[in-house]
């Protein structure tokens, strides 16, 4: 039936006609050319109205079989879906197997503050089927991006992972994993990735997370020359569509010690001079505030030789991530901050509100 179906197919268009969505528009241009003229063209084989919508049914059903089968096959993008980010994605990062399952990193985003991944899990075989159907409600929790823990000076930070269900299968699965960072460091630019198959446990392996997306760095100027704090002095921003760090200058607000990486000198000071909000700015009265985790500490080597007059963080900020939507729908979200278009930063403590301009 197929046979004769293609054939006839190819007899009516004067070609193969392959693509399952082209063919199903073909063919309903065709019914309704047919509809209004009441015959077909002299010279081409009769194909009834009847026949035309037999093979439209049928050409839905392939084309629902094919795309179901091309997301077990093909992953389509979580990260290339964000229009804002889709150009710097890199794709194929790395493959693993046992022969039962493979696990793949499908793409990954880094400015080396944030990383963000897209992990496929895929069943080979039914043993393999068999472990990702009792496993996959833990698999989240055994996903992690961390900082190459056998570097010097690392960073501080959280990770996570969420089930991709619009895209998994009872035999692939995909999770989008983020790490984000409490400041930039070029330790980063190598993180770990800890993952387990059915026939080894867990495994760890070090990925290439070198800062793949624009960088805008600016130095701030406060207007009117006005001071945020006695204590500590905002100086430079790293910024990006991943993330935003403040580096500054520490006048005594916390100290380094061997027993742990600060010491407050004063907590009912440090509570007054603790950010109450921060806002960037842009052109045509643009404002964003930011959703951000408090991260004043000393900064690591790296960012010491980038930024010499800076000897703290002032704070961190994860702009992008992932989201579960009250759908229980998992979601990539990437700031709509254009980073080029940021004029300034408004910071709000206890005492005053300052607004820096970037230099």
């Given amino acids: 039936m197929q046979k004769e179906i293609h054939e ?12 399952p969505e082209e063919l199903r528009r073909k063919t309903i241009r065709k019914m309704e050319e047919h509809q209004r003229k009441k015959a077909f063209v002299v010279g081409k084989p009769v194909v009834t ?30 990260w290339k879906q964000q229009t804002e980010v889709e150009s710097y ?69 959280r990770s996570d992972a969420e089930l991709l269900k619009e895209c998994s299968s009872d035999t692939v699965k995909y999770y989008a994993v983020y790490y984000e960072g409490s400041e930039w460091s070029g330790e980063m630019g190598q993180c770990t990735f800890s993952y387990f198959l059915p026939g080894s446990g867990q495994k760890k392996v070090k990925l290439d997370s070198r800062c793949n997306v624009p960088v805008y760095e600016y130095e701030l100027k ?37 027993l742990s990486e600060r010491i407050l000198l004063n907590r009912q000071e440090y509570e007054k001079e603790l950010l109450k909000q921060i806002v960037l700015s842009g052109s045509h009265q643009y404002r964003k505030t930011l959703n951000w985790s408090f991260s004043m500490g000393s900064v690591n ?36 901050i254009q980073p080029e278009t940021m004029t300034g930063i408004i910071f709000q403590n206890s005492y005053r509100t300052v607004k820096y301009k970037f230099v």
């Fill in 49 to 78: 109205v009847a026949a035309v919508f037999a093979m439209t049914a049928l050409l839905t059903f392939w084309q629902r079989a094919a795309f179901a089968e091309g997301v077990k096959k093909f992953f389509h993008g979580f």
């Fill in 222 to 258: 406060p207007e009117g020359n006005q001071e945020l704090s006695r204590y500590i002095e905002p100086r430079r921003l790293r910024l990006t569509k991943l993330s935003c760090v403040v580096f500054g200058k520490n006048h005594g607000l916390f100290r380094k010690s061997k």
């Fill in 8 to 19: 006839a197919l190819k007899e009516l268009y004067g070609k193969p006609v392959k693509a």
């Fill in 89 to 157: 994605v890199k794709t194929g990062i790395y493959e693993d197997s046992d022969g039962h399952v493979t696990v793949s990193v499908e793409e990954m985003l880094s400015d080396q503050v944030c990383v963000q991944a897209v992990v496929k899990i895929q069943a080979e075989d039914k043993e393999g089927k068999s472990w990702l159907k009792e496993k996959h409600g833990i698999l989240n929790a055994k996903l992690c991006l961390a900082p190459d823990q056998e570097s010097k000076g690392v960073v501080s930070g």
């Fill in 301 to 336: 080597e790296e960012a010491l030789e980038r930024y010499p007059d800076c000897d703290a963080v002032v704070f961190a900020c994860g702009l992008s991530g992932i989201a579960v939507s009250a759908e229980k729908k998992v979601e990539a979200f990437v700031t709509e």
